[in-house]
Nanobody
Framework: QVQLVESGGGLVQPGGSLKLSCAAS????????MGWYRQAPGKQRELVAD???????NYADSVKGRFTASRDNAKNTVYLEMNSLKPEDTAVYYC????????????????WGQGTQVTVSS
């Protein structure tokens, strides 16, 4: 019904950059917050960054100043520009969208992408 398609993951050297994209489609009335989580092996999933429908951003302390999240509401797409990447950024990155669906406008549903691997290594 609602699908999130992620792209942009890959292998990059420390200090390098990478940009992730995530596009939502389906029975969408409105997307509230939309953003990115990540999970490294043996660790809990954590919020990386998210963006409200109005463009307000929220970042994990570990990525502040290095990552930039943005969104294009017309395309239902969120981006994550990652700069100055570190080995500890290595994780599977998951897109998340909090969606008000067209068929039921009284609540919010959370949807996840399938994840994209980001590996930072020399």
């Amino acid at each position: 019904q609602v699908q999130l398609v992620e792209s942009g993951g890959g292998l990059v050297q420390p200090g390098g950059s990478l940009k992730l994209s995530c596009a939502a489609s389906g029975s969408i009335f409105k997307i509230n917050a939309m953003g990115w989580y990540r999970q490294a092996p043996g660790k809990q999933r954590e919020l990386v960054a998210d963006v409200s429908s109005g463009g307000t951003t929220n970042y994990a302390d570990s990525v502040k100043g290095r990552f930039t999240a943005s969104r294009d509401n017309a395309k239902n797409t969120v981006y994550l520009e990652m700069n100055s990447l570190k080995p500890e950024d290595t994780a599977v990155y998951y897109c998340n969208a909090r969606v008000v669906r067209s068929d039921y406008k009284f609540t919010e549903y959370s949807y996840w992408g399938q994840g994209t691997q980001v590996t930072v290594s020399s």
